[in-house]
């Protein structure tokens, strides 16, 4: 079968690709054509021309109820991409018609998002008023793909320093490490003594999904000590597993972001390992250099990145 690319997805008129939306978010026709402001009986109709133009069934009947279809799942991603890009045209417009004649799309990890842009968009909406900013937030992976694409400006993204492509251009800011977290009431606190991955090792820890550079970093430099690595909880957010070390359920394994981030919550971080393979980088689009306002939030992540370290 051949699957239908971007383009062709975009040809479906944004009636139908909202309807498709719903189908996917809602149970029943009924309740999908509602939520699109449509009655049951046209939406019937919309989805059973989609199936005449696009050549297979959308729907199967189950106990009365209609599910998706493999192939329908399938084109469900590029439905909501391609809802996306519209939603982006309509804002850009009406920008436009505002008088806010020049945007700032930017990408960022969740930790970065919340530590870093807040301060370092500061003097860059001094600096730009007139710029309309967007913040996506993503993966580090996601992130990269937005600025390859051109939907960014600017990416922040905690990866490894050899992670890049040829149309992204990166720029490391920071080198990172490991932190443990703790509850300001674990017995560990009260040491002045470095914490050695040995008496990391045999705390309850909880870690990050290897699936991130510091949950990856964590189980190598485990393993390469000859250190069994048992977390009690495993997590793929900074955030959660800072929440969780103040529930005192463990202690917390995370990047120096997510460090910083633990202090800021009346938590105690403590540093563990220098890491050499994750950073903390600024990705854009290598034929877009940066001016203007991406420049100056280029500048100003500079600075905050040099007030962000752990104490």
Known sequence: ??????????????????????????????????????????ASAVLRGLETRLGFALFSRNQRRLQLTSQARALIPEVLTALSAMDAVERLARDIRQGATARLNVGAVAVAATMLLPQALVPVRRAHPQVAVTVRAGTALEIMDMAADHRIDLGLVITGPATAGERIARERLARLSLHAVFH?????????????????????LIVLSPALPAGLATQQAMAAAGLALRPV???????????????????????????RYAQRQGLVARPLLALDDAELALVFPRDKPLEGAALGLRDALVEAVGRQRPA
């Open 1 to 42: 079968m051949n699957w239908l690319t971007s383009y062709e997805i975009l040809m479906l008129n944004r009636r139908e690709l909202a309807l498709l939306r719903a189908m996917y978010l809602h149970p029943t026709v009924t309740a999908a054509a509602d939520s699109v402001h449509m009655s049951q009986p046209a």
């Open 233 to 259: 909880m495993e997590v793929s957010q900074s955030f959660a597993a800072c929440a969780f070390a103040a529930e005192q359920l463990g202690v917390a394994i995370v990047e120096t972001l997510g460090a």
């Open 184 to 204: 300001p009431d674990h017995p560990r606190v009260r040491s002045d003594t470095a914490l050695s991955l040995a008496e990391a090792a045999a705390l309850d």
